[in-house]
């Protein structure tokens, strides 16, 4: 009997125990679904902070590279718009220089060949104008340039065998 009461003992509080257990084990999954939400709860308000700052810090980035954009343009604009006016103005001067170096080639070509026309061969209109001056120098070069045509035409002429109706010598016989 002894052995009974003593098994009953145990048996009642291993019963005890267990039922404690089964408390305790219901009070730690209780504690940690709890302590989960709440974690799960903190990491959401996280994230919307996260994306909420990272917008924030974007428009802000935006903003900043808006702004040393517009003061890299300012500052450039000046010195850009200088460097640029200088080179128009070397552009100018060139090509003025080529203007003026084509006009007095093409004169010194028109007075060569007004002066080595062939005894009797008519002397063409287009050669008056390596004497002509006029006012607008897309004019004078458009003058000029008559001379070189005339020029051209006259090499066409000796190379296609064309002929002349002139005298070969002089009066004195040269």
């Known amino acids: 009997m002894i052995i009974r009461l003593i098994l009953c003992a145990v048996l009642s509080i291993t019963c005890t125990s267990v039922q404690a257990q089964s408390s305790l084990e219901k009070e730690v999954l209780s504690d940690l679904k709890t302590a989960q939400n709440t974690l ?11 994306q909420a700052l990272s917008k924030e810090l974007t428009t802000l980035q935006a903003e900043l590279l ?15 718009q200088d460097a640029y006016l200088k080179g128009l103005r070397s552009q100018e001067y060139a090509s003025s220089a080529v203007v003026e170096s084509l006009n ?66 002089t009066d004195d016989a040269t």
């Open 40 to 50: 799960t709860a903190q990491r959401e308000k996280q994230s919307n902070e996260r």
């Open 66 to 80: 808006t702004k040393r954009r517009q003061a890299d343009i300012s500052r450039r604009s000046i010195s850009d």
């Open 104 to 169: 007095d080639g093409l004169r010194t070509y028109g007075l060569k060949l007004s002066t080595r026309l062939l005894p009797g061969e008519p002397a063409d209109p287009r050669l008056e104008a390596i004497f002509q001056k006029p006012a607008d120098p897309n004019a004078e070069i458009i003058e000029r340039l008559k001379v070189l045509e005339f020029g051209i035409d006259r090499l066409e002429n000796a190379l296609g065998g064309s002929s002349l109706s002139a005298k070969v010598s």
